[in-house]
């Protein structure tokens, strides 16, 4: 019922560390199918991938272009589904999750799961000091 | 997968911050700035495997 992973912590040159609510996500799209550490970010309305990973993965990137818009300002995006699975031990959920495509090239993002669809499959709760997320499926959803 | 991913939670990654990394039998296989040339490589390293991929985050807070 309830999936957890712990933070990724990754130490940086100058001795501090970073932690990050990461998880592994199987995409499975038209050409290829993915096996993905991607983060999870709660203050994001919908998932976001780099172009390169869409392309791979044979997303369309001609579909619904519009701009997104976050702290970091504006940027230009297409849109896809893809279906995701997500496992952990004896548990493994699959859905399809709406995804932005970040349409300029060379970005310095990681894949971002955001809130829509996603957060709709789960109880999420990001645990800040024991440095862990949980996940438990809700089950009222078709 | 599970394998490929207990790696990654106790790997090292500091060498490759900003890069992608590729992650197949328990080893880093591949890593480039580029995710299709990581992709690729790992494809050709560890051929009828899934490689497990993701990006190691740069030193810069992350906004979006």
Redesign the interface.
């Known amino acids: 019922m309830v999936m957890q992973f ?1 933070y ?1 912590s ?5 001795g501090h560390f ?1 932690k ?1 609510p ?1 998880i ?1 996500i ?1 995409f499975f799209g038209p050409s290829e ?5 991607a ?1 999870v ?1 709660s ?2 309305d919908v998932s ?1 991938m ?1 172009r ?2 869409a ?2 993965l044979g997303l369309k990137l001609d579909q619904n272009i519009e701009p997104a818009f ?3 300002g504006e940027v230009q995006t297409a849109e896809d589904h893809v279906r995701v699975k997500i ?1 952990k031990g004896h548990e493994n959920y699959s859905f399809d999750i709406t995804v932005k495509i970040l349409l300029s090239k ?1 970005t ?5 799961i955001g809130r829509s669809e996603f957060f709709e499959e789960f109880e999420i709760t990001f645990y800040e000091v024991k440095e862990k997320i949980s996940l438990k499926k809700v089950h009222n959803r078709q | ?1 599970a394998d ?2 207990s790696y ?2 106790k790997a ?3 060498q490759f ?2 890069e992608w990394i590729a992650i197949c039998d328990e080893k880093i296989i591949a890593h480039d ?4 040339k990581t ?1 690729e490589k790992a494809k050709e390293l560890c051929p009828n495997k ?10 810069d807070t ?3």
Do not use: C
């Open positions: 712990k990724k990754l130490k940086h040159l100058d970073v990050t990461s592994p199987t199918t993915l096996q993905i550490i983060v970010d203050g994001a976001l780099p390169e990973v392309e791979v976050g702290i970091a496992q060379d310095d993002i990681p894949v971002l | 997968m490929n991913y990654y939670m090292d990654l500091s911050i900003g700035s580029n995710f299709k992709f899934r490689p497990l991929l993701t990006k190691v985050r740069t030193e992350m906004i979006f």
